[in-house]
Antibody, heavy 122, light 108 residues
């Protein structure tokens, strides 16, 4: 089955760190760019970060630049998001999503996971 | 940043009706526009990309149109499973991709 499954969410204090994981299965992970999109409770979708198919290019929203780091491991078919200096406004459900195939420039997302919840609270 | 504005915020409709959702971009995104559907507790699902191309497995009752700054998603005959929140996304300005705030379709 083609799917993405996130893990690693939890409750963390402001200023703390957390690492999210996304396990991909059912498709050739190395062929696709990947991305993280978050959704604050009761709110809409906000793009957070993306990484191209070979990990050679990474992209970040201004709201997380310098605090979050995206990476991927082809041997484990996994995507990661290392989050540090967390703030209350980072509280959200974090979805991983599949981006464009190989070198395609069209960054829409055709496969999504159900998300992992991150709560930043003292 | 390109701001995506969806209207209306909420739409009350009956099953079987035809419905049109609107998405407006603050500047031209050409055809770099996607639509997603999200039901409660579920992952978003890609419906349309390139403004008018249905994604794999999406029923023909879903159609997208528009270019530049004005886009629409039309559902020709609402089914019970279509009551959800719909989001548009512009990806023309990658990596500064942005989503609209969503339109909720609810049962009248």
């Amino acid at each position: 089955e083609v799917q993405l499954v996130e893990s690693g969410g939890g409750v963390v204090r402001p200023g703390g760190s957390l690492r999210l994981s996304c396990a991909a299965s059912g498709f050739t992970f190395d062929d696709y760019a990947m991305t993280w999109v978050r959704q604050a409770p009761g709110k809409g979708l906000e793009w957070v970060s993306g990484i191209n198919w070979n990990g050679g290019a990474t992209y970040y929203a201004d709201s997380v630049k310098g605090r979050f780091t995206i990476s991927r491991d082809s041997a484990k078919n996994s995507l990661y998001l290392q989050m540090s200096s967390l703030r209350a406004e980072d509280t959200a459900l974090y979805h991983c999503a599949r981006g464009p195939y190989a070198r395609s420039p069209y960054w829409y997302f055709d496969l999504w996971g159900r998300g992992t919840l991150v709560t930043v609270s003292s | 940043e390109i701001v995506m504005t969806q209207s209306p915020a909420t739409l009350s409709v009956s099953p079987g009706e035809r419905v049109t959702l609107s998405c407006r971009a603050s500047q031209s995104v050409s055809s770099g526009l996607a639509w997603y559907q999200q039901t409660p507790g579920q992952a978003p699902r890609l419906l349309i990309h390139g403004a008018s191309t249905r994604a794999t497995g999406i029923p023909a009752r879903f159609s997208g149109s528009g270019s530049g700054t004005e886009f629409t998603l039309t559902i020709s005959s609402l089914q019970s499973e279509d009551f959800a929140v719909y989001y548009c996304q512009q990806y023309s300005d990658w990596p500064r991709t942005t989503f609209g705030q969503g339109t909720k379709l609810e049962i009248k």
